[in-house]
């Protein structure tokens, strides 16, 4: 029998001190790339015209520029895309009417030499007010899914449990986002796609740690355990599960990285990125955060004993 | 101990059947999303403020002609913001016939009124500017609809969205351009009278007489590609419109070799007014006007009764056809803006299509291997779960009518990933107990019994994003939504239910049972 792990017993909630400064360095990295450099939202979300174009005979980005600039779109944004003859080109709202984009630069593109022969493969046009309306959908589908999971831990376990879920999940947002800010990739339709999923998969986690604690205590197994071992507890029982799972995942994710084609890498990176961020958090944020929650609601309660009867309150410690 | 063994292998029994119908021919079952097959994806607005406005202006014009009928002289009569119209008539003493003639306009509210002046507003009740509105958006999906069919694209879908806007998607077409053109024209066909009184120089300059305006006719010079603009003064009452047509064809122009025409008739109805018109107007000028352009302006020479015209225009035999089209179809109510467009060819989806088959099918491979190699015959017992899940989830797509698209593939790799948790779950639980000393029969049964609460959360949750993410995305997002949730029920069922029944027959019905292969 292969077996990842024989009896785990890591002291993950013990060391969460450690894990707190990885995250803490981790999220500052995340959120001082999204503030300095900022997402780059595509068209999806700005508005604008996104054309496709795939040349005979790889050319160079400056004789593309130079073929857009005949019809004045020279400051049209250029990209490669998955392949040397492949291009992608932004031309953003207002620059022109956008209803003629494809037939434009198809136009512009085959009168200059130094290109060969062009094919549009790709035209995609989002007005202002479609943009407009995706990005405020973007943002309530994601407050609607973090919603949704806190209301559902906490009609299932507790309020601690839905808001230290919750705080996970966000910091998964936070990371996911952050590794597109510092990869330089756009931030579109099918990455929210894939940061939905991976709050729905790092939530996934999250409740199969906290239903192997809540079953513990139901069996009585957590007697003369303190909170914080019965937590460590459940999380070392549900590692091979947790750690397989997120390898599977995680293979799945990767094929389309690599296989999926260039059209949904980003997609593709959201999910690799996501089910490591994902799976690292339901230990080291959700678990020990609602451990160290537990801890200082029981001080107080100790504390407050401790004013109105002092004697007994040491004993209990 | 096999509970009910007969029974849960009959269900799974149907499933497989009913799947296996519901695909069968493959071809045919699953359609394909436009990002795979190519094809226009639209969204476009109606202008339902532009269809009340020009139905206040319409009835302004009415009005205008039943006062001039009772011989009621007017000074001015302007429209006042999108459904009210003011007008003051030339002396107070018609005041009360005025307001005779403005009683049988049922749909307009009188208010303002100021006898002394003789003025007074006519203002469009609010029902009636929703319902035109509603109108506006209905009749133009018909019309949509219409052209659409008569350009010949197999399955299209042209459907209504939200209040004012309409969704169009062709898959296949080769000439977008064109396409767009022809669904975005409004088409709007009208026969008005040359004014002849007024000097046109004088009009374009802003001199117009308040019942007229200046039309243009554009004409292109084939050599130089250079375009002229002749400026027209017509009447804005338009005698007849394109509504009055029953058909429209191409015909080569036979006055001018390389051009062609567009030969319409006239309904019955039609057919009477046309006559009526050039009757009483001959000498006269009668302008063609399509979507606010001049065509042409033919001198009347006499009476024509037979309810036919020709429409010239030096148009080429696809432009010809084109106007043919939409004037066969009708005009649309209101003008349409394109808001959001996505145009993929079929080479790109080609492409997609082989690069998501290959990435479902290693992604595959690579689980159904590791779940082999790491749980050996349980492993097995969960890859044939995972085939069956796959079968299950093409299965449902086909029934529902769904779309596969793109991220839909995705969707369908990840499920693979995804769905083997159930099952990891599940062989991890029944290890566990088999290491506290359960014989090989309780520690499958406390396996899957104690596994299942845990399963059900997961999946809820999971199924409650895709549902938001459904309810939330356009298609190709929805497409994925579709796949992750289906793929996540689908997998209940074959990871939970069905290779619990393998581990029934397999394990339960030995009499004893020595080891589990997990």
């Not at chain 1, 080109?89 to 037939?103: F, N, Q, Y």
């Not at chain 2, 100021?114 to 609010?126: C, V």
Request: hydrophobic share 45%.
């Amino acid at each position: 029998m292969i077996q990842v792990f024989r009896n785990p017993s890591y002291r993950f909630i013990e060391n969460r001190k450690w894990a707190y400064l990885l995250s803490a360095v981790v999220l500052a990295v995340c959120l001082g790339s999204l503030v300095t450099q900022g997402l780059r939202y595509d068209i999806d979300f700005t508005g604008g015209t996104l054309v496709q174009v795939r040349f005979d005979t790889a050319p160079s980005v400056a004789d593309v520029r130079r073929g857009l600039a005949r019809t004045g779109l020279g400051d049209a944004v250029i990209q490669e895309f998955g392949e040397a003859r492949e291009f992608i080109i932004r031309v953003p709202l207002g620059a022109a009417s956008s209803e003629e984009m494809g037939k434009r630069v198809e136009a512009a593109l085959a009168q200059e030499p130094a290109l060969g022969k062009v094919e549009v493969r790709r035209v995609e046009f989002v007005g202002p007010q479609v943009g407009r309306e995706l990005q405020q959908q973007a943002l309530y589908a994601v407050l609607a899914g973090l919603g949704g999971i806190l209301l559902y831990i906490a009609i299932r376990f507790d309020i601690k449990g839905g808001v230290a879920a919750v705080a996970a999940v966000f910091h998964d947002v936070v990371v996911v986002l952050g590794a597109l800010s510092l990869t330089h990739r756009e931030f579109s339709l099918p990455v929210l796609a894939g940061i939905l999923t991976i709050i729905g998969y790092s939530v996934n986690d999250t409740i199969v740690a906290y239903d192997r604690l809540r079953e513990n205590r139901g069996k009585g197994m957590v007697k003369g355990k303190t909170f914080a071992q019965a937590m460590n507890d459940a999380v070392n029982q549900t590692l091979s599960r947790t750690v397989l799972t997120a390898v599977t995942t995680f293979f799945s994710a990767g094929v389309l990285f690599a296989f999926g084609g260039r059209t949904l890498e980003d997609f593709a990176f959201v999910l690799v990125v996501g089910v490591v961020t994902g799976t690292y958090s339901t230990i080291y944020i959700a678990a020990a955060l609602v451990v160290d929650w537990t801890r200082y609601v029981e001080g107080r309660v100790r504390a407050k004993k401790a004013l109105v009867k002092p004697r007994e309150a040491r004993k209990i410690t | 101990m096999p509970r009910n063994l007969k029974t849960r292998a009959a269900i799974v029994l149907i499933v497989l059947v009913a799947s296996i119908w519901y695909l069968y021919p493959p071809k045919r079952s699953i359609s394909l999303g436009l990002d795979l097959q190519g094809g226009i994806h639209l969204v476009l607005g109606v202008e339902t403020d532009k269809h009340v406005a020009s139905q206040t202006d319409r009835a302004a014009e009415d009005f205008r002609a039943a006062l001039d009928r009772r011989g009621i002289a007017v000074k001015s009569l302007v429209r006042e913001g999108l459904r009210a119209f003011t007008v003051e008539l030339a002396s107070p003493q018609s005041w009360n016939d005025a307001l005779t003639v403005a009683g049988e306009f049922q749909t307009f509210d009188r208010g303002r009124e100021d006898q002394g002046a003789g003025r007074f507003t006519l203002t469009m009740s609010e029902r009636e500017a929703l319902r035109l509105r509603d109108d506006a958006v209905r009749q133009g999906l018909e019309t949509i609809r219409n052209r659409v069919d008569q350009f010949g694209v197999a399955e299209p879908t042209i459907t209504r969205q939200g209040e004012d806007r309409i969704l169009i998607q062709l898959p296949g077409v080769q000439d977008p351009e064109r396409a767009k053109a022809l669904i975005g024209k409004t088409a709007l066909l009208e026969f008005k009278l040359v004014n002849e009184n007024v000097d046109v120089q004088a009009a374009v300059q802003g001199r117009v007489p308040e019942d007229s305006e200046v039309v243009y006719q554009r004409r292109v010079d084939r050599e130089t590609k250079e375009e002229r603009r002749i400026p027209y003064v017509v009447y804005k009452r338009a005698l007849l419109t394109g509504a009055e047509l029953t058909r429209a064809d191409v015909q080569a122009d036979p006055n001018s070799s390389g051009n062609w025409q567009v030969a319409i008739e006239f309904t019955p109805n039609g057919t009477r007014i046309f006559g009526e018109i050039t009757e009483q107007n001959v000498g006269r000028h009668l302008a063609v006007i399509l979507d606010g352009n001049l065509q042409l302006a033919p001198r009347i020479n006499e009476r024509i009764p037979g309810g036919k015209a020709v429409i010239t225009g030096q148009y080429t035999i696809d432009e010809a056809r084109d106007t043919a089209i939409v004037l066969r179809a009708g005009a649309l109510p209101a003008p349409v803006t394109i808001l959001e467009e996505r145009t993929v060819g079929p080479s790109l989806g080609a492409d997609s299509i082989r690069q998501g088959m290959i990435a479902i099918v290693a992604s595959a491979l690579i689980v159904f291997v590791f779940m082999l190699v790491y749980y050996r015959l349980s492993g097995l017992i969960a890859d044939v779960g995972l085939v069956l899940n796959l079968v299950i989830l093409l299965a449902c797509m086909a029934a529902f009518g769904a779309t596969l698209t793109l991220p839909g593939i995705a969707g369908i790799a990840l499920t693979i990933g995804m769905a083997v948790d159930t099952n990891i779950l599940i062989f991890e639980r029944i290890r566990e107990e088999l290491k506290v000393g359960k014989t090989p029969r309780s520690a499958i049964d406390a396996g899957f019994h104690r596994a299942l609460r845990t399963i059900i959360d997961t999946h809820l949750t999971v199924m409650v994003t895709a549902a938001i993410l459904y309810n939330f995305g356009t298609g190709p997002v929805k497409g994925f939504a579709v796949s992750l949730f289906v793929g996540l029920a689908a997998s209940l069922f074959t990871a939970y239910f069905f290779t619990r029944l393998l581990f029934d027959v397999i394990y339960m019905g030995r009499r004893k049972v020595e080891a589990v292969s997990i």
